[in-house]
């Protein structure tokens, strides 16, 4: 509590939100004041006050206790949410929200109908008083730079640009992007179709690639001679765009790619075979994938391809994002049910697992396992000793 002027106010505040959050219930929101909450007797003289200006305006109606307790207001009912927001010094929900959306509709002119669709969530929650997207209708400036990019991006405004030269052309503000990158990933992924974190591909967004770590028997050369070699340690980077100057240096026994950072270092110091091991970074980037397809379609079919990750959620989804990617059948590494069992940790079911578990995926009955099975656990890769692909016992 900030004071004892402010307590009768945010007890009509909260009072006015819940009417707000309602505005279709057939009962009237009401509370009953809480006056252990009020230490002092002027504490409680102050919030009675407070609430007694409310009913004068006709805001609320007051209900007083009885016999001993006949001084004190039992229950507090709103009357008129309208006349209670002006009491209070704020236009109602259902107005802020409305001017909100007035004054944001000309962001997504011109853009596709389900643009339409989002100010109209937006605008709905707000009129309950409640935030849209982590955005409140006063929030207009924040407001309008996200709708501007997702307008511009529905128009392939994106396509070939970096992040800050996209949010500059079109918000003037070349931090934009950053700003709203979370909202707008959750946004695109629900009207493509895809996991948020494949949007900026399909949106083709440049987000400047970060180097792919790797070992192994490959080589990126030119006419000038070696610029990157794989067997370098404890590990190589190559960038993505050096992709086409690409060499395999010999035939690898396995290709691994490797979820976690600690986990694909541990690999790359503590086994010596003549595999080749990529870090994904947790889910695959567009720079990851490209080269890992690269690797896939120049090595034979006899030259399996693997993956380690972690055993729960986002460790199948980036499992089974890599799968339908690369154009190879992709093994499961150290992704067993009985080590999880073994070395991980009680968790809870995920029912959103339920279309991988029916799916031809490798790792379907894991996937079946984690989304129904009570006692489910989950497996971190770090808890693991890192093994080669070719001296597994669990594959």
Request: aromatic share 6%.
């Amino acid at each position: 509590m900030t004071g004892t002027a402010d307590l009768g106010a945010e007890f009509l505040e909260r009072l006015l939100a819940l009417s707000e959050r309602s505005p279709e219930r057939v009962r009237s929101a009401s509370a009953a004041p809480d006056y252990d909450a009020l230490p002092r007797a002027m504490a409680v003289e102050r919030f009675r006050e407070k609430l007694l200006a409310a009913e004068r305006v006709g805001a609320v109606t007051l209900k007083y206790g009885k016999r001993e307790r006949s001084h004190l207001i039992e229950r507090v009912t709103v009357k008129d949410p309208i006349l209670l927001a002006r009491h209070l010094g704020r236009k109602p929900s259902h107005v802020q929200a409305s001017d909100a959306r007035q004054s944001l509709v000309n962001c997504i002119e011109d853009g596709p109908p389900w643009l339409v669709g989002i100010l109209d969530e937006m605008t709905a929650r707000w009129s309950r008083g409640e935030n849209a997207y982590k955005l409140g209708p006063n929030d207009t400036r924040a407001t309008r730079e996200f709708l501007t990019l997702l307008s511009a991006a529905s128009k392939g405004q994106a396509r070939g640009v970096d992040a800050r030269s996209f949010a500059l052309r079109v918000t003037g503000d070349t931090k934009a992007f950053d700003r709203h990158a979370g909202r707008l990933s959750v946004v695109l992924a629900a009207q493509l179709g895809v996991l948020p974190e494949s949007v900026w591909q399909q949106i083709g967004l440049e987000r400047f690639p970060h180097p792919v770590h790797l070992r192994g028997p490959l080589r990126c050369e030119d006419s000038n001679g070696t610029l990157v070699d794989g067997r370098s340690r404890p590990f190589a980077s190559v960038h993505p765009e050096l992709t086409p100057l690409l060499k395999l240096t010999a035939r690898p026994s396995y290709v691994l790619s490797i979820e976690n950072y600690a986990s694909f270092n541990r690999h790359v110091r503590e086994i010596d075979d003549d595999g080749l091991v990529l870090y994904t970074g947790g889910f695959a980037s567009a720079g990851v994938t490209g080269v890992f397809t690269w690797i896939a379609a120049h090595t034979d079919e006899a030259v399996p391809l693997y993956h380690w990750g972690d055993i729960d959620p986002g460790g199948l989804r980036i499992f089974r994002y890599l799968e339908e990617t690369l154009p190879r059948t992709l093994h499961p590494h150290l992704m067993q049910r009985d080590l999880a069992e073994l070395h991980g940790r009680v968790a809870q079911v995920d029912a959103s697992l339920y279309s991988i578990a029916q799916s031809t995926s490798a790792v379907a009955d894991l996937a079946d396992w984690l989304s129904k099975d009570a006692g489910v656990k989950h497996l971190e890769q770090e808890a693991i000793t890192p093994m080669s692909p070719a001296l597994s016992k669990c594959e």
